[in-house]
């Protein structure tokens, strides 16, 4: 393990082999260049850096409950300010929340949303596994359409999740904050520049990254950066910007890869690949094709 | 605010745990509006828009977040305060146990309400009732004076015990009550409180510590052993911290009041505003010659059941008014009188629920309960 990589979060935590989400924290944190404080949601990535007597973490860490990383953090940093006012602490100190998909979309939307309109001093990471994996799989409201979880059973009469992915950029961007951005593990250099712009903000910032979950999207523990990079070439996982309002699509691909390619690499995604579930693959490529679209409009193209 | 000489003001119960605060001057303040709390909150942020404190308000969006955000502070090494009500103390609930189990100092007024379902905005205890197993220590105040003496005793009990406090007093009956009121100097009550210097702290980049870890089968139950142990020091410094408080004050509090207890062959055994209903009932009874008296509970959290039964053993019948229900069960205090007193058998204990949603309890009432004119269960 290169201990560079590894200065903030340590080897030694539990999570899944070929869970993504060890790389995107280690990978954000790498591009900080003042001391960080954590805050973390209920979830994997809690569960398994945190189980006492161990912590895996070599920075300063709260996780409180679910629904309130970003709460949490909005204490954390006005006494950060308090405590500056008062001469006692004199170091720049920058603030990340990290949460699941389930954490942030749902039931953590509203703490969020407070603290983006509050314009604390801090970056929101999501890591995006596209449901509650630490419980088990159940559907979230950032589970893709016709994906099958526990809560969205495929069987006789389903063909598995039937509501699209909520659309959380937007919402997040509808906050006004200075920077916002989509991106995935698999284009490192590109996640690099992200994290390294969204912790150079003075004030918030918003980071959705793709999280592929082998033990509930049910694909080979090797695979998670293949299968993240076919997300973001098939345009199921589009990697843009949003800096001062402004769209930025930060990557095209020249040619565009059927979202099948991606797709057939999942167990959750399976059955949609029996005959009957034929107009569903329509229907999820459109679904892409129109959100992609939808993107690439507002950045102008 | 009326003044009537350097020393003495009328304020409300709101206002006094405000003024409280503005000399404590806490680092962090997360607030979010309910009523009957918002004059307390009200009142601070005109305290910090005027440059009289340096806090760092924080303005949630729910008392969810007012609480988490607390934890957050508080585990960054600052103090911090919050106040609430009623549906704010259902909401963040969850956080209570969290700040308790982290052990966190910090001090939440609570201006107590009922709770929903129907809606009343008035007073009674149920809200901080169905808090009292979160781990947190509970003061009740009677009146704006204790409200104002025990934010402070509060904010230094919990950092000496590392638990938090709330300090409760009657929605509307206190909080919206003009009384006249002593203050102290704000030299006195900052040196009083002291500075806070926790052992440990988020903002200690050089020591990294990690806050809220999972806790498994093997380690979680020594963690809430602890909080016991913690919870069973509160009332020795409570008492310690008010004979301090005494010293720079005149005002003497014990872990709970005798008011004419002495004699006294029937005892009402009540919580809060009522209390000086009470009284003046007692003393009504008294120039009668009847063998009256009342005890008052201050801590509830702690509950000091060993003490309690000392002070009542010489009741012959005790009544204990609970402002709250535990429907399905006997009310809370009740219960708790009950455990009390389970040595004393020749003691005959009733209950009666009053004061629910709001409801007025007049002086006739508590004359008629004590001299045996009124046995029903609820004084509706």
């Known amino acids: 393990m290169n201990k560079d990589l590894a200065k903030n979060l340590a080897p030694g935590h539990s999570a899944c082999a070929g869970c993504a989400f060890p790389s995107i924290v280690r990978t954000i944190l790498g591009e900080a260049t003042t001391p960080v404080v954590i805050s973390n949601a209920t979830g994997c990535l809690e569960v398994t850096s945190t189980i006492y007597p161990y912590t895996a973490w070599n920075v300063p860490y709260i996780h409180s409950a679910f629904e309130n990383a970003a709460a949490t953090i909005s204490g954390v940093e006005r006494a950060y300010l308090a405590m500056r006012k008062k001469g006692k602490i004199k170091k720049k100190i920058k603030f990340v929340a990290f949460g699941g998909d389930g954490g942030t979309y749902d039931i953590g939307l509203q703490a969020l949303s407070g603290a983006l309109e509050r314009g604390h001093n801090f970056l929101y990471v999501v890591y995006d596994n596209g449901g509650y994996m630490n419980t088990g799989n159940q559907r979230s409201s950032a589970t893709p359409y016709g994906a099958g979880t526990e809560t969205t059973p495929v069987g006789d009469e389903s063909f598995g999740k039937v509501e699209m992915r909520k659309n959380l950029m937007g919402i997040v961007a509808a906050h006004n904050i200075p920077y916002a951005a989509q991106a995935n593990i698999a284009n490192l250099a590109d996640l690099k520049m992200k994290a390294k712009k969204a912790l150079a903000v003075d004030g918030p910032s918003f980071l959705t990254v793709f999280s592929p979950c082998t033990n509930n999207w049910k694909f080979p523990t090797s695979q998670y950066v293949a299968i993240a990079k076919l997300a973001t070439e098939t345009n199921f996982w589009p990697l843009y910007e949003i800096e001062n309002g402004k769209y930025k699509l930060s990557w095209e691909p020249k040619t565009i890869k059927p979202v099948t390619e991606f797709l057939k690499t999942q167990g959750r995604f399976k059955h949609l690949f029996l005959p009957k579930n034929k107009l569903i693959l329509g229907k999820i490529q459109k679904i892409v094709n129109d959100e992609f679209a939808r993107i690439a409009s507002l950045c102008g193209l | ?380």
């Open chain 2, 1 to 380: 605010m009326l003044i009537k000489d350097k020393k003495k003001l009328a304020l409300t119960g709101g206002y006094a745990a405000a003024y409280a605060l503005k000399q404590i001057e806490p680092d962090v303040m997360p607030i979010y509006p309910i009523t009957p709390q918002t004059p307390i909150i009200e009142t601070y942020a005109k305290f910090v828009a005027d440059g009289e404190v340096e806090t760092e308000m924080i303005e949630v969006e729910s008392e969810h977040s007012a609480m988490s955000a607390a934890i957050g502070a508080s585990a960054a090494g600052a103090r911090t305060a919050t106040a609430t009500s009623s549906q704010g103390l259902a909401y963040m609930h969850e956080m209570l146990y969290i700040a308790s189990g982290m052990r966190l100092p910090i001090l939440m007024v609570v201006a107590a309400r009922a709770l929903s379902a129907p809606l009343s905005i008035h007073g009674d205890h149920s809200d901080v009732m169905g808090s009292r197993d979160a781990g947190w220590v509970q003061i009740f105040c009677e009146n704006p004076q204790e409200v104002y003496d025990k934010t402070i005793i509060g904010m230094k009990l919990a950092e000496r015990v590392g638990l938090p406090v709330m300090v409760i007093m009657d929605g509307f009956n206190t909080s919206h009550s003009v009384e006249n009121l002593e203050i102290l100097d704000a030299k006195i009550v900052k040196k009083f409180v002291g500075e806070y210097a926790p052992e440990k702290s988020l903002l200690d980049i050089e020591n990294p510590v990690t806050y809220g870890p999972v806790a498994l089968q093997e380690s979680y139950f020594e963690f809430k052993i602890d909080q016991e142990v913690a919870m069973a020091t509160v009332a020795e410094e409570y008492k310690k911290i008010a004979k301090e408080y005494a010293e720079i004050s005149g005002r003497k509090y014990a872990l709970f009041e005798e008011y004419d207890l002495e004699g006294a062959e029937k005892v009402l055994v009540l919580i809060g505003s009522v209390a000086g209903t009470a009284k003046d009932a007692i003393d009504v009874l008294r120039k009668k010659d009847q063998k009256v008296g009342l005890l008052k509970i201050e801590l509830f959290r702690p509950f000091l059941f060993s003490e309690i039964a000392i002070a009542l053993k010489n009741a012959k019948e005790i009544i204990v008014m609970d402002r709250a229900q535990s429907i399905g069960s006997h009310p809370p205090l009740y219960s708790e009188i009950m455990v009390s007193l389970q040595n004393a058998s020749n003691t005959k204990v009733s209950s009666i629920v009053y004061g629910l949603g709001g409801r007025d309890v007049f002086k006739k009432q508590i004359e008629q309960i004590l001299e045996g004119r009124f046995r029903e269960k609820y004084l509706s």
